[in-house]
């Protein structure tokens, strides 16, 4: 009914236009590299936390204490405290970063996370079910020397109102690491990874 409206060439754009729409909104998907910088917008992403793994674990390893040691010392993480209004999932930072210090072979890590189960299978072994001659030791675990610990923080800055047709946004993300003795609570390094990015988006738009 609605064609009879229409001459047929308008018809035909209008159709056209109208399925143009369609295969414009349609999803598409494809695989990028883990290592290509991508920011959909000024908020902290995988890209980020690539760049500040990288810089903070350069930092570490080429740095005193562990630059001075061919020992391997032993540490132990504490996590990152995330002082940000995001909800970021910083053990995937802390994570990385004992990654790459365990393959740069600077250091060796205590496995706090699964000190529980480390636990429940020595007490398992000492429960008469293990021989003995194949059994854990007891008391063998070694100590950590240092920890590492740190802050994620966050500041946003909004252009002020005015005439414009575009709205802008600062955004700042700081991740500052520590190194601490845990033998004399000294911390023996730190340092800080910052990012900042400016974004600007239309007020009318999708």
């Known amino acids: 009914m609605f064609r009879n409206f229409l001459p047929k060439s308008v018809f035909l754009v209008f159709v056209a236009v109208i399925m143009g729409m369609f295969v414009g909104c349609s999803a598409t998907t494809r695989d990028i590299s ?66 790459e210090i365990l393959q740069s072979g600077k250091a060796r890590f205590v496995n706090k996370v699964q000190r529980d189960n480390i636990a429940a299978e020595t007490d398992y072994q000492y429960g008469g079910n293990v021989s003995a001659e194949t ?19 966050s500041i946003e800055k909004k252009e002020p109102k005015q005439v414009r ?35 600007s988006k239309p007020f009318i738009g999708w």
């Open 135 to 153: 059994r854990l030791e007891r008391a063998r675990q070694v100590g950590a020397e240092y920890m590492i610990s740190g802050t994620l923080r």
């Open 34 to 99: 883990p290592d290509e910088i991508i920011h959909y917008d000024e908020g902290y992403d995988f890209s980020d936390k690539n760049a500040i793994v990288g810089y903070l674990v350069n930092s570490l390893v080429n740095k005193r204490p562990l630059v001075a040691r061919d020992d391997r010392p032993v540490i132990i993480v504490y996590g990152v405290a995330n002082r940000t209004s995001e909800h970021i999932e910083t053990d995937g930072i802390t994570d990385d970063i004992r990654r």
């Open 165 to 199: 047709l575009k709205k802008r946004t600062l955004q700042y993300y700081s991740l500052t690491l520590e190194l601490t003795d845990l033998r004399t609570g000294l911390i023996e390094w730190t340092d800080s990874a910052e990012i900042v990015r400016e974004s």
